[in-house]
């Protein structure tokens, strides 16, 4: 038989939470008689029955009219959930036999003993023991959190978190917030006092005070100011944690729990109101059902709407008259709108005091935060520059690294007139190895400093005022600008790629990542000598004299303003530098990389304009650069220098909400080479992160003597972006070894906003003449194709890039291809008159590959000069086209061919052919 059921009621004073002392050797949240009592209830009726007595007889005590206990009910209300865990924990451990440091510890609102009927239960297990593939650990989950042990033998669960001493977790914002008020439950070996001395030893204090003063800007501010509001009244987050944020600002100088501070308060009636906050959260969260829960610990039954509000007056029970009811209900609107408004200006006076009196910064001490932003508190002390340039600059990197402004009064005193007196020093270069902030902002401030950023990289001055090819075409800005929109998004880019990191996605695959994902990615791989290096390439690109400044000072052919355009300060590349390592505290490492960016800044885009990324192209890249994060940091950085700024709809964001960046977008063609040529040569250092062709073919389907004859279209084909599409073709050039009768087949393919048509044909001489003549009569122009063949199979699979800006494409164009194709006997028969006329230049090299280059510059009209020149190379020269590209630069076309001539033409007679008939 079960033992009768007995009416409980809760003694408010036998509960008293009791949390870490200055000593750290607290062992339990709540008294020994309190605890008896909860003890008794569970050996007399079990665990789930005791807990389920228990809850009501606190639901009893929190739907009643008592206003002025909210305090005792909430510890009440905690004790009765922390009681039985840390019994349940105590069990566990003495049953595993495990006799390593652990312990179980309440954290945030449950460390703080302040559980309403629809809290979350915030607990923590933590050991002094490798947390990974721990047994003890796993019993606790598998319990708790997999099969609803727990829950079945106690009547309530929660969701624990395991931390382990040695790999405790840089904790930051909210989370630290719930371990400023961890209390211990079951702690056998003082673990929780550990864990709160090595918090304290390593968090930042400055850090978590503009934390809770951003939150309190973008969130608690307004709330605080809509007391009167009866429509929406979130008491969580728009009263409850707007007292803490008052709270957490004095707490967290220290890392001292939360009720320490609740004793020091100087007015009791500060807390009074919180208590009664907590009161009226209990009653609102017994009239709901239980809600899903939001984000950071949202609940949809903390909001009250003007409803609730009208409901006090049932906290007296139905015998309680109207009258009285009614009264009874104003007056806990009263306090509850005096409790809102209470707390509302304690957050307010603790914040801004601390900001009134200043937050000393890390680790000197020297540096003040204040309403205004930071101040140096003994830069009047200092005479020499170097010193005054230290102080300058560290003020500088302190407002970059915690994202804070400088206190506009700083420009008479800390900067004043710092165009006269600053000199490099290792402060400069801790700017650009910081990885938080925003160098782009750090400059754009120092910029607007008269002669300040002449003194850091010699040629500024003259690089800021002058005009190059962009300002002119463009007329909005000046160079300056350009530069930070490039660290910018170089600060985005990095962003971006840290939060895929964090994002727990597994494995990366470069075949179907976009320019901007592959650019991310590698960004984020830069070791810190390397991304400072791209860093000061950006800043300084034109401001040293290289060999090409020289060239350009006396090409009469550019435009005066190109002539101009680099190579400001005069100082040749191999010395400028060299106070950048002895004063500024660069190491030799970034210097060299950063010589090696601006020597190579080029490569990347003269290899996308030869466009055909053989073996030797990509051999040429991996030799140049010498290894893998050289390579790196130069990709990176010519994808940040190609920057031409944000789209309208990312500039329409806030910098905080900005989570992509905007790269050149006008030649799509030309991004697809770098990325590849990028790639291959990636692969040279780490061949696993493409599948070969043997391994693609075989995923896709396709039986062992497919593969043979897909194969042969070879390593350049499935080494690069373009194997991704032998699954799109793949049957289709199966098809045409065995159906004779079988056609070609064309597609319209998408990379990012380029349009590529695919083709799938049998190869022949003169099919990149077919498809160019084709597309020219419908007035489409190519950008570049690159053509592959199996040559044991005479098998060709092709690719054409149209030319950007290319309208109104045919839907049927695919079928207008096919068409031409089939006609390709007819090729050789046209009338050569009809052709495009050709007036440009003409030009044959042998290239290291065994092929050969053929290269046309004109200054005319580019439309149909891919179609005459691939007619030519059939007609007159019976060559075969493997690659072509076409680009216009300041109004001149060079369209390159790859291609190979027949074995018994030689090259000086080929060279003949071209003068005469191209």
């Not at 918090?199 to 307004?222: C, G, N, S, Y």
Request: aromatic letters at 8%.
């Amino acid at each position: 038989m079960p033992p009768p059921a007995r009416s409980l009621e809760w003694t408010p004073a036998r509960f008293r939470i009791i949390f870490l002392p200055a000593d750290g050797k607290a062992l339990s949240m709540i008294d020994p008689m309190a605890e008896q009592q909860v003890l008794e209830v569970v050996r007399e009726c079990g665990p789930r029955e005791a807990y389920r007595r228990l809850l009501a007889a606190s639901d009893r005590r929190m739907s009643g009219p008592d206003l002025d206990q909210g305090r005792e009910m909430v510890r009440q209300r905690t004790a009765i959930h922390t009681v039985l865990i840390r019994e349940w924990a105590a069990a566990q451990q003495q049953l595993a036999g495990y006799d390593k440091p652990f312990a179980v510890v309440a954290l945030g609102g449950t460390g703080r003993g302040e559980i309403t009927p629809r809290s979350d239960l915030d607990i923590a297990f933590l050991f002094d023991d490798e947390i990974e593939g721990n047994p003890f650990l796993l019993n606790l989950q598998r319990q708790t959190l997999h099969t609803g042990r727990f829950e079945h033998e106690y009547g309530f669960s929660f969701l624990p978190l395991p931390f382990g001493l040695d790999e405790l977790p840089e904790l930051a914002e909210k989370q630290l917030n719930s371990f400023l008020d961890m209390s211990p439950l079951h702690d056998p070996c003082g673990l929780a006092a550990s864990f709160r001395e090595r918090i304290r030893l390593t968090f930042d204090p400055f850090e978590h005070f503009l934390h809770v003063r951003e939150f309190w800007k973008q969130q608690w501010e307004a709330a605080a100011g809509a007391s009167e509001n009866l429509q929406r009244f979130d008491i969580k987050n728009d009263g409850l944690r707007v007292f803490l944020g008052g709270i957490w600002t004095l707490a967290g100088q220290n890392f001292r729990h939360s009720h320490d501070v609740y004793q020091g308060l100087s007015d009791p009636r500060d807390l009074e109101a919180y208590e009664f906050l907590l009161r009226i959260r209990a009653w609102i969260h017994l009239r709901r059902k239980p809600g899903a829960a939001g984000g950071a610990g949202n609940h949809t039954e903390d909001v009250l709407g003007f409803d609730d509000f009208c409901s006090f007056g049932e906290m007296l029970g139905p015998e309680a008259g109207d009258t009285v009811r009614f009264e009874f209900a104003t007056m806990v609107r009263a306090r509850l709108l005096s409790a809102r408004r209470r707390v509302a200006a304690f957050a307010r006076g603790v914040i801004e005091r601390e900001l009134k009196v200043g937050r000393r910064v890390p680790p000197d001490d020297v540096i003040v935060l204040r309403t205004g932003g930071l101040q140096h508190s003994q830069s009047g002390e200092l005479t020499d520059p170097v010193q005054r340039s230290r102080a300058a600059l560290g003020m500088l990197l302190a407002a970059q690294h915690y994202a804070v402004q400088v206190d506009s009064s700083e420009l008479q005193t800390t900067l004043c007139n710092i165009g006269d007196w600053l000199v490099p020093v290792p402060e400069l270069s801790a700017l650009f190895y910081e990885t938080r902030g925003s160098l782009s902002d750090t400059l754009r401030f120092l910029t607007q400093l008269d002669g300040a950023a002449e003194r850091l990289f010699p040629g500024y001055g003259r690089f800021e005022a002058s005009l190059d090819e962009r300002v002119m075409i463009e007329r909005a800005s000046l160079r300056g600008a350009w530069m930070r929109q490039k660290l910018r998004a170089l600060d985005n880019c990095l962003a971006h790629g840290n939060a895929r990191l964090k994002s727990e996605r597994t494995g990366w695959n470069p075949l179907d990542a976009d320019l901007r994902e592959m650019v991310a990615n590698e960004a984020t791989l830069l070791d810190e000598d390397h991304l400072a290096a791209v860093k000061l390439a950006l800043v300084t690109k034109r401001l040293p004299f290289t060999p090409d400044d020289e060239k350009a000072r006396h090409n009469e052919a550019l435009p005066l303003h190109e002539r101009e355009a680099s190579g400001f300060s005069g100082i040749p590349l191999d010395v400028y530098y060299d106070p950048f390592v002895a004063a500024a505290g660069f190491t030799p490492e970034t210097v060299r990389v950063t010589k090696f960016l601006l020597i190579h800044r080029r490569v990347l885009k003269r290899a996308a304009e030869r466009g055909f990324n053989d073996d030797d192209a990509v051999e040429r890249l991996v030799t140049e650069c010498g290894d893998e994060m050289t390579m790196r940091s130069l990709f990176v950085f010519s994808c940040m220098d190609s920057l031409v700024g944000v789209s309208p709809e990312v500039a329409a964001l806030t910098e905080a909400t900005q989570r992509i960046w905007w790269l050149r977008e006008s030649d799509p063609a030309r991004w697809f080479n770098i990325r590849e040529l990028y790639l291959k040569a990636l692969v040279r250092h780490h061949p696993e992160i493409l599948p070969d062709a043997e391994q693609t073919l075989r995923s896709a389907g396709y039986a062992a003597e497919d593969q043979e004859i897909l194969r042969d279209f070879g390593t350049d084909f499935f080494g690069g972006l373009y194997g991704r599409h032998a699954r799109r073709f793949g049957s289709h050039l199966l098809r045409l070894v065995e159906d004779p009768q079988a056609g070609s087949k064309a597609a319209l393919l998408r990379d990012g906003s380029a349009v590529l048509l695919g083709l799938a044909a049998r190869d022949f001489r003169g099919l990149a003449a077919c498809v160019s003549g084709a597309l020219w009569q419908h007035q489409l122009n190519l950008r570049q194709a690159h053509l592959f063949c199996a040559a044991n199979h005479q098998l060709a699979l092709d690719f054409f890039y149209l030319a950007p800006g290319t309208e109104a494409i045919p839907a049927d164009l695919p079928q207008i291809i096919q068409n031409a194709i089939s006609g390709n006997l007819h090729i050789g028969e046209a009338d050569e008159a009809l052709l495009p006329p050709l007036s440009g230049k003409a030009e044959l090299a042998a290239t290291p590959s065994g092929n050969y280059r053929l290269r046309y510059e004109t200054d005319r009209d580019t439309d149909g000069l891919v179609y005459a020149l691939s007619y030519k190379v059939f007609r007159h020269l019976g060559g075969t086209i493997h690659c072509l590209t076409a680009n216009t630069v300041r109004g001149r076309t060079y369209i390159s061919i790859i291609l190979s001539l027949p074995a018994d033409l030689a090259l000086e007679q080929a060279r003949e052919i071209v003068e005469s008939r191209f």
